[in-house]
């Protein structure tokens, strides 16, 4: 079966300071990945998906950005934080197929300060 | 762009009461996606809808893929206090892989 692992689940960060978040998919190929934003309680905002090794599409202008340097590997960075880069992060994955749904992994409660 | 709009936003009810919320589109999905939050919690995936007019059920719960492809709606039968969260819609238009999701319909269940 398909997994999904997100890490680290919580992060306090200072301002400036830089941003890696890594997820990683297991049991399937060639899946699609998504990084979307939550803000406290809001809806899902999609910032970036990638249809295969280094593709990427950006969704929303912003102080992020996203790679893919594995076929099962997404990764989200910043290189100076914002405080209003704080929010809920999610990855999902879906198969290659079109309309297939979206599967989320736990998220990264992020918290700038 | 794009825009879902979900309702109600929250509702408080009595365990064992029947739920209904829905999802509206400003444009025409082929696929729609029903998910529940728990918090702190990634959505898990509850029911897909692939056709209009769809009606599939999982457990208590029942959605609908809306006839004019520009809705769907979910349904909670026989509500019980685990059902407590945030219920998220998401649709998707053929041809792209990107999901829209709604803003949630957050729900409480009274004992």
């Known amino acids: 079966s398909q997994t999904i692992h997100q890490w680290p689940a919580t992060l306090v960060q200072p301002v400036g300071s830089p941003l890696s978040l890594e997820c990683t998919v297991e049991?399937?190929?060639?899946?699609?990945l998504y990084w979307y934003r939550q803000a406290a309680g809001r809806g899902l905002q999609l910032l970036f998906y990638s249809v295969g090794i280094g593709q990427i599409s950006s969704e929303v202008p912003q102080n992020l950005s996203a790679s893919r340097p594995q076929d099962r590997q997404f990764i989200l960075s910043s290189k100076k934080l914002l405080l209003s880069d704080s929010g809920f992060y999610l990855c999902?994955?879906?198969?290659?197929?079109?309309?297939?749904?979206?599967?989320f992994g736990n998220g990264t409660r992020l918290t700038v300060t | 762009g794009q825009q879902l709009n979900q309702s109600p936003q929250s509702m408080f009810i009595q365990e064992g009461e029947d739920v209904s919320m829905n999802c509206t589109s400003s444009?025409?999905?082929?696929?729609w996606l029903w998910y529940k939050q728990d918090p702190g919690e990634g959505p898990v995936l509850l029911i897909a809808?692939?056709?209009?007019?769809e009606l599939t059920s999982n457990g208590r719960l029942t959605a609908q893929f809306g006839i004019t492809r520009k809705d769907s709606f979910l349904n909670i039968s026989a509500s019980i206090p685990s059902d407590v969260g945030i219920y998220f819609c998401a649709g998707t238009t053929s041809g792209t892989y990107k999901y829209i999701f709604g803003t949630g319909t957050r729900l409480k269940v009274l004992a």
């Open positions: 999902a994955w879906s198969s290659g197929i079109a309309n297939s749904p979206l599967h």
């Open positions: 444009s025409i999905f082929n696929t």
């Open positions: 049991g399937t190929s060639n899946p699609n």
């Open positions: 809808l692939y056709k209009a007019g």
